[in-house]
């Protein structure tokens, strides 16, 4: 249990910042497995669009320090090698 104010605040702060976190990460995973779905439909203006969803999602997440920067770019290079890899067939 926390004794001082400030570890008590830090404890509140700490659960704000969990359900921001667990948003955060639920908006990028949607937007990826959205542009999965896109994939399979394969409508190439649709996909354009997911593709830029999902990108904006994960750069948001990056951003607010959920995901660290090369996770983010990891997740975004593998997001385009599908979209190619869908056009290609």
């Known amino acids: 249990m926390a004794n ?10 700490g659960k704000r910042r969990n359900i921001i976190n667990k948003i ?3 908006a990028f995973k949607s937007a990826r497995k959205d542009l999965i779905k896109s994939i399979v439909t394969a409508k190439p ?3 354009k669009a997911q593709l830029a969803k999902a990108y904006s999602k994960v750069d948001f997440a990056v951003k607010k320090g959920v995901l ?3 996770t983010g770019a990891r997740l ?5 090698s599908k979209v190619n890899s869908s056009n290609t067939k």
């Open 4 to 13: 001082t104010l400030s570890s008590k605040k830090t404890i509140r702060v």
């Open 24 to 26: 955060t990460k639920n």
């Open 45 to 47: 203006a649709e996909i």
């Open 68 to 70: 660290k920067k090369n």
């Open 76 to 80: 975004k290079s593998r997001m385009a």
